[in-house]
């Protein structure tokens, strides 16, 4: 472990950022990463029964989670968004290489053990759904909930997909990866502001390693790294799952758009008529309608 080479984003890069007032927090030590230091909103209190945890995907961070945040908070509700490895405040890998499925899931699961967090609504899109999708099945007395968004658990799907194609094959050929861009892109109401937010963390294509990694990371095969967790987790969620769910789709993903989450819909035990949503692939951008429905639906509001 100590072999691998981690910079960390400096501090100045994350001011004055719109909407997003929370207190950094981090955890260091974890078993996977010893070295790493993982950032964390923590915002309600660690009395508060109910534990929402926001896991975002790529190339973003816990930013994503400013609209939905405050509409978690207002009933009193605990609110966890971590950023994952190479993303955010947290530490980042230098060589692309060294990030991988597992080590990331991984970081996560110890992630949730050493904060203790039970009663946990899982909060999950893209990638934060890839990898929190698989959790639940590792320790499910600590998941009550699942709020899911434009994400899969059938990568499979995305193998030929003209838009996922076109994005994994210009995350490998863009060293200067703009992640700015990426969001505008498919979200395009974005201010200028907030676009220099989510490039915040990436100073220079040196600190972008991880956020260039997840595309290739993708298991699209079945001998993928990644590829049989994905499958147990499927069963797992057809077969085990007692919590309750709700779903919200953004309509204008041409990845995992409505077709894709339909397919989770099916696997999930009384999943209600999914949220139809007017955005792109970065849902959360329009998230406060979603986080008001999924409390209503939950009757945690």
Not at 79 to 97: E, F, Y
Not at 145 to 169: A, D, G, K, Y
Not at 194 to 219: H, Q, T, W
Request: hydrophobic share 40%; charged share 20%; net charge positive.
């Amino acid at each position: 472990m100590n072999a691998y080479e981690l910079i960390r984003t400096p501090d100045n890069r994350f001011q004055n950022l719109p909407d997003y007032p929370y207190v950094p927090n981090y955890i260091e030590g974890l078993p996977s990463l010893p070295n790493a230091r993982i950032h964390y909103v923590d915002e309600g209190g660690q009395s508060a029964n109910e534990v929402f945890l926001c896991l975002h995907g790529a190339p973003t961070w816990s930013y994503i989670y400013r609209k939905m945040i405050p509409i978690f908070l207002a009933p009193g509700h605990r609110v966890i968004a971590p950023d994952l490895l190479g993303c955010g405040r947290s530490d980042k890998l230098v060589n692309k290489s060294d990030y991988s499925f597992h080590l990331h899931r991984n970081l996560l699961l110890e992630f949730v053990e050493q904060l203790d967090l039970k009663n946990i609504t899982l909060v999950c899109q893209d990638w934060g759904g890839l990898l929190g999708l698989t959790m639940p099945m590792e320790m499910p007395e600590r998941f009550s909930r699942l709020l899911v968004m434009n994400t899969t658990i059938n990568p499979n799907v995305l193998r030929f997909n003209p838009t996922f194609r076109t994005w994994r094959m210009w995350a490998k050929l863009s060293p200067d990866l703009e992640a700015g861009r990426v969001v505008q892109l498919l979200e395009w109401r974005l201010t200028k502001q907030e676009r220099a937010a989510y490039d915040a963390p990436f100073p220079n294509r040196r600190y972008k390693a991880g956020a260039r990694a997840f595309p290739s990371m993708v298991p699209l095969r079945p001998s993928d790294e990644g590829a049989e967790t994905l499958r147990k987790a499927a069963s797992w969620w057809a077969n085990e799952w007692r919590g309750d769910s709700f779903m919200a789709i953004g309509t204008k993903d041409h990845a995992l758009g409505l077709n894709t989450m339909l397919t989770i819909q099916k696997l999930l035990r009384n999943c209600p008529k999914p949220l139809l949503v007017d955005a792109g692939h970065y849902v959360q951008e329009r998230g406060a309608i979603i986080a008001e429905r999924a409390l209503e639906h939950f009757g945690l509001n």
